[in-house]
């Protein structure tokens, strides 16, 4: 099986710029190669519209449709599969905050239920709740601090902000779970661990790897579905991330047949 993967909405470390508030990413898959069995296609749709190459953001919709016709019907014919993913980036910067901070590994206030297993899903919504964007952003920033010690100030003031809000939330059993988190948390910042450490631990983080990590997964699924193996995986040349989704598909690669569950109704 080949797999094509293309981005749309990258702002890079930036989660809250209004134009661009989510991260796309587009998979083909397909059973032949599309860079030979595709291209007398592709040869003569360029030749229809006069261009050299065919690119969503140089056509445009209305041109882009002279061609569509005969796109769906080579897709139809050769069992070629699209695929969308999205992150919505401010709620990343929310959602990795929760999974540091609320991780029961590191947080000792945190039981191992509400983490392992679907009550995070609960959980989650209701920090969210607590958050609004000055916050979020301030939460981002400190996740990628490179700082410990910056990172932990950062943390304690973050924690203070949320837990003046918990007044939010109606039932006196998310306050209390929530508000011990919290305080472990500002209490022991570094056993939480919240920044970044280095730059490369900071593009892990980031929504353009963890959407590559749906991409991966998925291709991992169809290709077992279908009794095939992946022998191709093109990504649009992205020079900050490449390298990073590089490494990220070598250790799928090297994890390939390990199978680990997260706990009790969670995926594997």
């Known amino acids: 099986m080949y797999c094509y993967v293309d ?5 890079g470390a930036n989660l809250f710029d209004p134009a661009q508030p989510v991260l ?27 261009v050299e190459r065919l690119h ?20 139809l014919k050769r069992d070629v599969r699209f695929s969308l993913y999205k992150i919505v980036k401010p709620d990343h910067a929310i959602i990795t905050f929760f999974d540091q901070v609320f991780d029961a590994g590191l947080n000792d206030a945190v039981p191992w239920h509400h983490y392992w297993t679907p009550l995070r899903y609960v959980l989650v919504f209701k920090v969210a709740n607590l958050f609004d964007e ?16 910056r990172a932990a100030e950062a943390l ?7 837990q003046e809000r918990l007044g939010r939330l ?38 353009n790897l963890v959407g590559f990590q749906q991409v991966l997964q998925y291709s991992a699924i169809q ?28 250790i799928y690669r090297r994890l390939r047949g390990h199978k680990q569950s997260m706990g009790p109704g969670m995926p594997e």
Not at 231 to 238: F, G, N, S, T
């Open 7 to 11: 981005e749309s909405g990258n702002t």
């Open 24 to 50: 796309y990413y587009g998979l083909i898959t397909s059973k032949t190669n599309l860079d030979v069995t595709a291209e007398p296609l592709l040869r003569a749709a360029r030749a229809k519209l006069g």
């Open 56 to 75: 969503a953001n140089e056509l445009g919709v209305r041109r882009l449709s002279d061609v569509a016709l005969s796109l769906g019907r080579f897709a």
């Open 134 to 149: 000055e916050t979020a952003k301030a939460a981002w920033a400190a996740r990628q601090e490179t700082n410990a010690a």
């Open 156 to 162: 304690q003031g973050i924690c203070a902000a949320l």
């Open 170 to 207: 109606r039932d006196a059993r998310s306050r209390e779970l929530i508000s011990g988190a919290l305080s472990w948390a500002a209490a022991n910042p570094f056993e939480i661990d919240y920044g970044a450490g280095n730059k490369d631990s900071a593009l892990q983080i980031s929504p």
């Open 223 to 250: 290709a077992r579905k279908q009794s095939r193996q992946v022998r191709k995986i093109v990504v649009d040349r992205q020079t900050q991330f490449n390298g990073a989704q590089g490494e990220l598909a070598d």
